[in-house]
């Protein structure tokens, strides 16, 4: 239900303005860009990032490939987007335009190319960084996602070294983050997830969270684009929860309240949408 009013529409829509707009020193628009299929063409390039690119000699995901062509076409600097704040800057215009990039591509089938040498290597790194533990917690990726059936809290973990669960969880970002309201590419994902870890963070488009992609993105081959989702839908959650006069522990009363809390105001929201629809048609 709330995927049919789902807010990343705002964020794609937006993506699509800063797409064709001129912008930045050089005062030009991004349909020059080449994302791996040619000049202009976004159409089938996500399910085919990250990639090797000639003109960099770099596997590059979307993002990092994002940053390339806003500096060399519009003259950007590279910083305000790797040094800048989630959600604010350059760095959200770099997050709307993937969403719309990559929602040109929803229903197709993800394909990433390993013909080139690096995007092997690529794979290599990646695998070995997402079996790789460490921090306070011993921590890995695949602490949460390497095995069937695990979960957190309410929240169910796919895992992400085959498909289909792969296709679940690499094939659903950008989405959109209903319990904080943000929307999240692939790489603020996989930054919060090292921070969920306790590691440091790497770097907005780093080598770490590229080679990451390819490794998670030719698992998931075959597996079908879902972009732009919503994540944290309470409907789903709700479906899960205790059922009401179920003894429960204290984390489990604060999260069930919390979702039941938020389940109400969703509803309040798609209720005033309507309305305003009903309003505007009149």
Same mark, same amino acid.
């Not at 993506?15 to 791996?36: I, M, Q, T, Y």
């Not at 335009?97 to 591509?105: D, M």
């Not at 229903?107 to 995007?119: I, K, T, V, Y």
């Not at 789903?236 to 929860?241: A, G, N, Q, V």
């Given at each position: 239900?709330?995927?049919?009013?789902?807010?990343?529409?705002?964020?794609? %829509?937006?993506?699509?303005?800063?797409?064709?707009?001129?912008?930045?020193?050089?005062? %030009?628009?991004?349909?020059?860009?080449?994302?791996?299929?040619?000049?202009?063409?976004?159409?089938?390039?996500?399910?085919?990032?990250?990639?090797?690119?000639?003109? &960099?000699?770099?596997?590059?995901?979307?993002?990092?490939?994002?940053?390339?062509?806003?500096?060399?076409?519009?003259?950007?600097? =590279?910083?305000?987007?790797?040094?800048?704040?989630? $959600?604010?800057?350059?760095?959200?215009?770099? &997050?709307? #335009?993937?969403?719309?990039?990559?929602?040109?591509?929803? !229903?197709?089938?993800?394909?990433?190319?390993?013909?080139?040498?690096?995007?092997?290597?690529?794979?290599?790194?990646?695998?070995?960084?997402? @079996?790789?533990? +460490? !921090? =306070?917690? *011993? /921590?890995?990726?695949?602490?949460?996602?390497?095995?069937?059936?695990?979960?957190?809290?309410?929240?169910?973990?796919?895992?992400?070294?085959?498909?289909?669960? *792969?296709?679940? $969880?690499?094939?659903?970002?950008?989405?959109?983050?209903?319990?904080?309201?943000?929307?999240?590419?692939?790489?603020?994902?996989?930054? *919060?997830?090292?921070?969920?870890?306790? /590691?440091?963070?790497?770097? /907005? %488009?780093?080598?770490?969270?590229?080679?990451?992609?390819?490794?998670? !993105?030719?698992?998931?081959? +075959?597996?079908?684009?879902?972009?732009?989702?919503?994540?944290?839908?309470?409907?789903?959650?709700?479906?899960? #929860?205790?059922?009401? !006069?179920?003894?429960?522990?204290?984390?489990?009363?604060?999260?069930?309240? @919390?979702?039941?809390?938020?389940?109400? +105001?969703?509803?309040?929201?798609?209720?005033?949408?309507?309305?305003?629809?009903?309003?505007?048609?009149?």
């Amino acid at each position: 239900m709330l995927q049919d009013g789902n807010p990343a529409e705002l964020f794609e %829509a937006k993506g699509e303005e800063l797409w064709k707009k001129p912008r930045g020193p050089k005062n %030009a628009s991004l349909e020059k860009c080449d994302l791996g299929k040619g000049p202009g063409v976004v159409k089938g390039a996500f399910v085919e990032l990250p990639r090797h690119f000639k003109d &960099t000699n770099k596997v590059q995901d979307l993002e990092s490939r994002l940053i390339t062509c806003m500096q060399t076409l519009q003259g950007i600097d =590279p910083k305000e987007i790797i040094k800048g704040q989630w $959600g604010r800057g350059e760095r959200a215009n770099t &997050t709307a #335009l993937a969403t719309w990039i990559a929602a040109q591509s929803k !229903g197709m089938a993800f394909n990433l190319p390993q013909s080139h040498a690096q995007e092997r290597t690529m794979y290599e790194v990646g695998k070995r960084l997402f @079996f790789q533990r +460490g !921090g =306070p917690h *011993d /921590f890995a990726c695949a602490s949460c996602h390497g095995e069937e059936g695990k979960r957190i809290r309410l929240q169910d973990l796919p895992l992400l070294t085959k498909a289909p669960g *792969d296709g679940v $969880g690499f094939a659903a970002w950008p989405a959109y983050r209903v319990s904080n309201g943000q929307m999240w590419s692939m790489q603020h994902r996989l930054n *919060d997830c090292y921070r969920q870890q306790r /590691f440091p963070e790497p770097d /907005f %488009a780093s080598d770490v969270t590229v080679a990451l992609g390819v490794y998670l !993105g030719v698992n998931a081959k +075959g597996d079908k684009s879902a972009v732009p989702t919503i994540k944290d839908d309470p409907l789903s959650r709700l479906r899960r #929860l205790p059922p009401r !006069g179920q003894r429960l522990w204290p984390g489990q009363a604060r999260s069930t309240a @919390f979702w039941r809390g938020l389940l109400r +105001g969703h509803r309040y929201w798609l209720k005033a949408q309507r309305i305003s629809e009903r309003n505007m048609s009149s």
